[in-house]
């Protein structure tokens, strides 16, 4: 989650609000009252096709179809995000805490999975969900450091190590384990 995102308060005058777009290349604008709580937003359409500049933010804003809150864990996010949506506001609450957006989101997925970091990466193909805790209970012998566990293709699955030595000498115990 990005923090504080940049927003106008309800009374601010679109032309403030567009000003603010612009300079900050916003794609669209998020509008709070006054306490912080969640008004609406305005796409930059939105702020192009105002019918006077004076008029308040808070007037011309739309309700979010979607929200997510402070808990919310992050792939729900993910998942929004991939189908629909560029950036989600982010609520403790009523009062608005951050934005999710597609590049943050995917800079937490990568966290997640330890994209980019050292290691080496084993794709197993399990017949049965059950394998993959034998698979862990080798990876738990040798030592090794899980760094992540992601699902592949069908029925595949990708463990992410640091530590490891001796690649042949693991896949053998895992082929024993796995039968």
Do not use: C, N
């Not at 957006?101 to 050292?118: D, N, S």
């Not at 969900?129 to 698979?135: S, T, W």
Request: charged share 30%; proline share 6%; net charge negative.
């Amino acid at each position: 989650m990005e923090p504080d995102p940049p927003t106008v308060l309800a009374e601010t005058p679109v032309e403030e609000a567009q000003r603010l777009a612009q300079d900050l290349g916003l794609a669209l604008v998020l509008v709070v009252d006054a306490d912080g709580r969640l008004v609406g937003f305005l796409t930059r359409k939105a702020l192009d096709a105002a019918p006077r500049p004076e008029l308040p933010a808070g007037k011309l804003a739309a309700q979010p179809t979607v929200v997510l809150q402070a808990d919310d864990p992050v792939e729900r996010a993910l998942a929004l995000l991939v189908d629909r949506y560029a950036v989600l506001p982010v609520l403790d609450g009523e009062r608005l805490v951050g934005v999710i957006t597609r590049g943050g989101a995917l800079r937490a997925l990568v966290r997640m999975t330890g994209i980019g970091e050292e290691g080496t990466r084993i794709r197993l193909k399990l017949d049965d969900h059950r394998e993959l805790y034998r698979a862990l209970a080798v990876l738990s012998r040798w030592e090794l450091e899980l760094v992540s566990v992601t699902r592949g293709e069908e029925g595949e699955v990708v463990l992410h190590v640091r530590g490891l030595e001796d690649r042949e000498g693991l896949m053998r115990e895992l082929e024993e384990a796995l039968g």
